[in-house]
């Protein structure tokens, strides 16, 4: 059974960071794009970052791009969202997701796309 469990959210001031974590399990995803997306209350999921399968080539929203970074490690089945200078806006529900289809040569932000979710982490954002 897949299962992928993130970790590392918490509250911090505006301007902080956080690293959050999510380790899968069940199954191994080395082939796979693997992603974050976020959810606020009221609002709908939104794509955050993505890392592509191979020489992992990165992606992100325009709302993160040059404070978050995504990373993988292969060996650990893990991925990773270091986020820094946070701000308030940046409050939600991040989930990590993996890919439906291996080895996806163009990276898609629609999550319908991804087939497996994390059960989420609150990152809280105090201004």
């Known amino acids: 059974q897949v299962q992928l469990v993130e970790s590392g959210g918490g509250l911090v001031q505006a301007g902080g960071s956080l690293r959050l974590s999510c380790a899968a399990s069940?199954?191994?995803?080395?082939?796979?794009?693997m992603g974050w997306f976020r959810q606020a209350p009221g609002k709908e999921r939104e794509f955050v970052a993505a890392i592509k399968w191979g020489a992992g080539s990165t992606y992100y929203a325009d709302s993160v791009k040059g404070r978050f970074t995504i990373s993988r490690d292969n060996a650990k089945n893990t991925v990773y969202l270091q986020m820094n200078s946070l701000k308030p806006e940046d409050t939600a529900v991040y989930y990590c997701?993996?890919?439906?289809?291996?080895?996806?040569?163009?990276?898609?932000?629609?999550?319908?796309?991804?087939?497996?979710w994390g059960q989420g982490t609150q990152v809280t954002v105090s201004s």
């Open positions: 069940g199954r191994t995803f080395t082939n796979y794009v």
């Open positions: 997701a993996v890919d439906r289809l291996a080895f996806r040569l163009v990276v898609t932000a629609t999550p319908g796309a991804y087939d497996y």
